[in-house]
């Protein structure tokens, strides 16, 4: 690792050096209150808890800009009019950015790192132009690549969809993408490759085949895997669920339907959920109710750590800091054995309103900082309070006996009739919500980071 944090010739971000922890009592904006990298909970680090990962999209592409105004952030490594040269600049001061947040990993698409050029060879070119300089920025800094994905919904070719565009030439198009991609994926040794739908869905049925678009869909993903797993892929495939926008009904509408689709058509194997927090709620889902859905069929992938904006319900991709729902995430997680692949990926903005570079900085922090706390917090849950005992009894009914036997699948119906008739009207127990609730925030007061 270098000893400087930043590379190259110019210091992106001057006067900010590598974020420390400082402890819960610190008032500096920019250090760690509560996550300690290094610091050790239940079996591993809190860094090998947590995964983190910035994404290159929000953070050093976007600027601001709404569809009622343009961008309100300087970003000063996007001056130059030569587009490669400004692709240059911008990874110079994503890992600048990476290495001072302290972070393990980051995400990108393959529009974000390079641009496309005028045909596809070109665009080929590009991305590998910057993959090149990408690896060695991930050699000099130790930063990990936590997932790569095609920008498969901003190109006006994507505009009926991208795997499920009715015209083969724009699907094709769409191949030749994630192609590369997957390339430059596998070439900095990426561990999971994302497919979110952004424009995999339509506007209205009456101009679309939904049967023909979901068949192409699955065949898409198909090649993929199966390229994929030929240059040496040996991550996992996640597809990102999310029920609108920008389309009227995208096809990933949340987990579960997302894990029908894989096990309809056999891509269960390779293929794994990203769960973002925030396309939880615009599903009218809890994130914590996604996360469960994932791991009881096995299928949690990965996280797209945000939240949303509860009056709105618009992608709004703020920052987490809610600690009850990084508490509910890190419960879910934990009790599921922690991530595999998978890691907390911050698709996250910062407001338009927030003008500062430090900006960045102290919404990352914020983040980090939420997690950790939700971290230490779920982890004392776990190993303390009796919230598991009380949800195992609620079901003890089935541990033996008839239960059991029901739920071995040794009962037929008229077997569950014998039985009520036998045993007569069931006793009334409470599911004592409240107390649960309670529990949740006794703990949440008595851990201090
Ligand atoms: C948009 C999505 C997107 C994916 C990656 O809503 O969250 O950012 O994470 O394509
Ligand atoms: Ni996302
Ligand atoms: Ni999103």
Redesign the pocket.
Known sequence: MSARPWIGNREYFPGISRIEYEGPESDNPLAFKAYDADRVVGDKTMRDHLRFSICY?HTFCADGADPFGPGTRPRPWSESTDRLKAAEEKLDAAFEFFSKMTVPYFCF?DRDMAPEGANVTESEKNLQHLVGRAKARQKDTGIRLLWG?ANLFSHPRYMNGASTNPDFDVVAQAGAQVKAALEATVELGGENF?F?G?REGYSTLFNTDTGRELEHMARFLGMARDYGRAIGFNGAFLI?P?PMEPMYHQYDVDAQTVIGFLRQYGLADDFKVNV?AN?ATLAGHSFAHELRMCTNAGMLGSV?ANRGNPQNGW?TDQFPADLYDTVQAMLIVLEDGGFKTGGLNF?AKVRRESTDLEDLFIAHIGGMDSYARGLLIAHEMLEKSSLADFRRERYASFDNGQGQAFAQGKLSLEDLREHAAKQGESQKRSGRQEWVENVINDFIFRVKP
């Open positions: 999209w698409h994905t994302v979110w952004g990102e999310k973002e396309h797209d992608d698709d």
